[in-house]
């Protein structure tokens, strides 16, 4: 018998992260599984890393020669996968050692989903604990079943969290290799067909640093790097139906919403101009929010009050954040999809 799990591991200069996360699935108190890691090029020493994990461990170890984008890099995952159950673990971070049979036994109990996530932590550079439970420290609240509408309004799942029916990927075919990150676009399309469904405990660990590909956008063009944009924008055109089902004005504050965290990203880069720009398009899909009215007038500041503004943005970004949680959701939790 061949594996049941197979895991994708994209990897590009991993030399620092990657043992550990390798040892992360060492630890599962699941052991069916095999290891598929995909080197995106990499020009350290990140082969030398994994090599001592190859008696210990079944891997399959894929090097492009020349770097081809994580969506690729995940495709190739998935490609040489033979097992009937999919997941994904970055590189640089790491799973909690019950991750793999918690969720491989909930696949088996609930035969009608075909994707499962989890609750997750977050954890700094060093590997210390930021926040121990998302889900707890941000006060969020996740759905089962039915999530697409959801899933629409905000992108609450993390992916290596997920463990996914390889038939998904081969009914839906694969990420979408002309996004920077596809992974958030091939979660709306299982949840347009499939069951995804919520286990309320936490079993990864998400590693936010300053040299995580996620944080890579480029100062002065946020529209540009806006991955979630082009996602909401293909995922309408695709499906134009949605617009029926969702109605204008949740779709409206779901681009305000975007537009408002791109203002955002541009404020801590320091670009001011494209700070105003996506603040102006905000208020365009969401006339009513006066909040964004005050962040636009606030954006022609002297500098020297920017400290000041980035705090007070932050507290009113966090409250936006759980309002658009709570009021967003309980608008499209009616509506059903086919």
């Given at each position: 018998?061949?594996?049941?799990?197979?895991?994708?591991?994209?990897?590009?200069?991993?030399?620092?992260?990657?043992?550990?996360?390798?040892?992360?699935?060492?630890?599962?108190t699941?052991?069916?599984?095999?290891?598929?890691?995909?080197?995106?090029?990499?020009?350290?020493?990140?082969?030398?890393?994994?090599?001592?994990?190859?008696?210990?461990?079944?891997?399959?170890?894929?090097s492009?020669?020349?770097?081809?984008?994580?969506?690729?890099?995940?495709?190739?995952?998935?490609?040489?996968?033979?097992?009937?159950?999919?997941?994904?673990?970055?590189?640089?971070?790491?799973?909690?050692?019950?991750?793999?049979?918690?969720?491989?036994a909930?696949?088996?109990?609930?035969?009608?989903?075909?994707?499962?996530?989890?609750?997750?932590?977050?954890?700094?550079?060093?590997?210390?604990i930021?926040?121990?439970?998302?889900?707890?420290?941000?006060?969020?609240?996740?759905?089962?079943?039915?999530?697409?509408?959801?899933?629409?309004?905000?992108?609450?799942?993390?992916?290596?969290?997920?463990?996914?029916?390889?038939?998904?990927?081969?009914?839906?075919?694969?990420?979408?290799?002309s996004?920077?990150?596809?992974?958030?676009?091939m979660?709306?399309?299982?949840?347009?067909r499939?069951?995804?469904?919520?286990?309320?405990?936490v079993?990864?660990?998400?590693?936010?640093?300053?040299?995580?590909?996620?944080?890579?956008?480029?100062?002065?063009?946020?529209?540009?790097?806006?991955?979630?944009?082009?996602?909401i924008?293909?995922?309408?055109?695709?499906?134009?139906?949605?617009?029926?089902?969702?109605?204008?004005t949740?779709?409206?504050?779901?681009?305000?919403?975007?537009?408002?965290?791109?203002?955002?990203?541009?404020?801590?880069?320091?670009?001011?101009?494209?700070?105003?720009?996506?603040?102006?398009?905000?208020?365009?899909?969401?006339?009513?929010?006066?909040?964004?009215?005050?962040?636009?007038?606030?954006?022609?500041?002297?500098?020297?009050?920017?400290?000041?503004?980035?705090?007070?943005?932050?507290?009113?970004?966090?409250?936006?954040?759980?309002?658009?949680?709570?009021?967003?959701?309980?608008?499209?939790?009616?509506?059903?999809?086919?």
């Amino acid at each position: 018998m061949g594996p049941r799990v197979s895991i994708t591991m994209p990897v590009l200069n991993g030399k620092r992260y990657i043992a550990g996360a390798i040892e992360s699935i060492l630890t599962q108190t699941y052991g069916n599984v095999e290891l598929v890691v995909v080197d995106d090029g990499s020009t350290d020493e990140t082969y030398a890393m994994v090599e001592p994990y190859f008696h210990k461990l079944n891997i399959k170890y894929v090097s492009h020669p020349a770097r081809q984008g994580i969506p690729a890099s995940m495709n190739d995952g998935v490609r040489h996968s033979t097992g009937e159950l999919i997941a994904f673990l970055d590189h640089d971070d790491i799973w909690l050692p019950e991750m793999l049979e918690t969720q491989v036994a909930y696949l088996e109990s609930h035969p009608d989903v075909g994707m499962v996530h989890s609750d997750f932590q977050t954890i700094d550079a060093e590997g210390r604990i930021i926040e121990d439970s998302v889900a707890k420290c941000r006060n969020r609240v996740r759905v089962s079943g039915s999530v697409f509408p959801q899933l629409f309004m905000d992108c609450f799942i993390v992916g290596n969290s997920v463990l996914i029916r390889k038939e998904c990927f081969n009914r839906l075919g694969y990420f979408d290799e002309s996004l920077r990150f596809g992974d958030y676009d091939m979660w709306l399309r299982i949840a347009r067909r499939y069951k995804v469904d919520y286990v309320p405990k936490v079993l990864t660990a998400y590693r936010q640093h300053a040299t995580q590909s996620t944080r890579a956008v480029s100062a002065g063009r946020p529209e540009e790097d806006c991955v979630v944009l082009a996602v909401i924008e293909n995922t309408l055109r695709l499906c134009p139906e949605i617009r029926q089902e969702l109605g204008r004005t949740t779709i409206n504050r779901r681009f305000a919403s975007i537009y408002f965290d791109m203002a955002y990203a541009s404020f801590a880069a320091g670009s001011f101009a494209s700070l105003r720009s996506c603040m102006r398009k905000a208020i365009h899909y969401w006339p009513t929010n006066h909040k964004y009215y005050c962040y636009l007038l606030a954006s022609f500041l002297p500098p020297r009050f920017a400290r000041v503004l980035r705090s007070s943005w932050q507290r009113v970004r966090g409250c936006l954040s759980s309002a658009n949680d709570m009021g967003q959701l309980d608008r499209v939790t009616h509506v059903g999809h086919s």
